[in-house]
């Protein structure tokens, strides 16, 4: 993994069974479209994280497909109904086929 892409992830603490909870991604990447031009006129290649997928204990909860529209540093938020807790797994994958993972537990009141 390149050491300037860092996933981070916000995940609530104490939700109660059933409790509807907002969890915040963010990660640091250039999302380069493949449209510019360095200083010598030459086109940067295209270099984006194309999809995301969050799991809770390997079954699936959320999924975004991102296109080079996306801005750098990607932050994606979303809801979740929290009936039991366990771990949450974050994968975001780029184009070259990388992938940056990172984990949170989910720990219910």
């Known amino acids: 993994m ?4 860092k996933p981070r992830v ?4 104490g939700a109660k069974p059933g409790e509807i909870i907002e969890i915040k991604t963010l990660i640091s990447h250039p ?3 493949g449209q510019r031009k360095d200083t010598n ?17 390997g079954k699936q909860v959320f999924r ?10 990607p932050y ?3 809801c979740l109904r929290a009936e039991r807790s366990g771990t949450l797994a974050f994968a975001w994958t780029d ?3 990388t992938v940056y993972k990172t984990e949170e537990k989910l720990t219910l009141a």
């Open 2 to 5: 390149a050491d300037y892409i």
């Open 10 to 13: 916000k995940v609530p603490t």
């Open 31 to 33: 999302m380069e479209s």
């Open 41 to 57: 006129g030459k086109i940067i290649p295209r270099k984006i994280i194309n999809s995301f997928v969050c799991t809770l204990d």
């Open 64 to 73: 975004a497909e991102l296109e080079p529209a996306i801005s750098a540093n």
């Open 76 to 78: 994606l938020s979303f």
């Open 95 to 97: 184009d070259d086929g």
